[in-house]
């Protein structure tokens, strides 16, 4: 399994962004999918998650109401849409598949078997 990051870039506080990710492989809607972002020297943090069937999503309370994160199984894509963004939300984004399909443990990174390269994304305020 490949995972393929996209759609970083800069932009200005307020300002909109969508990360994809395209994954290869057939198992694809079998399972959960993630994003967690990283900034050097700090702890991988949860972003968002999804179940396999897009029918459950998962984010923390620093990016409710502003993040949205969907799937598309005929095209073996997730999404992150990331809107009002701010400063704080500079980071390198990573999706990742999780080993599960659904559920809470999908907040846990540790559980996640395949991971991206990343997509750098910055706020400028």
């Known amino acids: 399994v490949q995972l393929q990051a996209s759609g970083g870039g800069l932009v200005e506080a307020g300002g909109s962004l969508r990360l994809s990710c395209a994954a290869s492989g057939r198992t694809f809607s079998s399972y959960g999918m993630g994003w967690f972002r990283q900034a050097p020297g700090k702890e991988r943090e949860f972003v968002a998650a999804?179940?396999?069937?897009?029918?459950?999503?998962y984010y923390p309370d620093s990016v409710k109401g502003r993040f949205t994160i969907s799937r598309d199984n005929a095209k073996n894509t997730v999404y992150l849409q990331m809107n009002d963004l701010k400063s704080e939300d500079t980071d390198v984004y990573y999706c990742?598949?999780?080993?599960?399909?659904?559920?809470?443990?999908?907040?846990?990174?540790?559980?996640?078997?395949?991971w991206g390269q990343g997509t750098l994304v910055t706020v400028s305020s």
């Open positions: 990742a598949r999780s080993t599960y399909s659904s559920g809470s443990l999908l907040l846990t990174a540790q559980l996640y078997n395949y």
């Open positions: 999804i179940s396999w069937s897009g029918g459950s999503t």
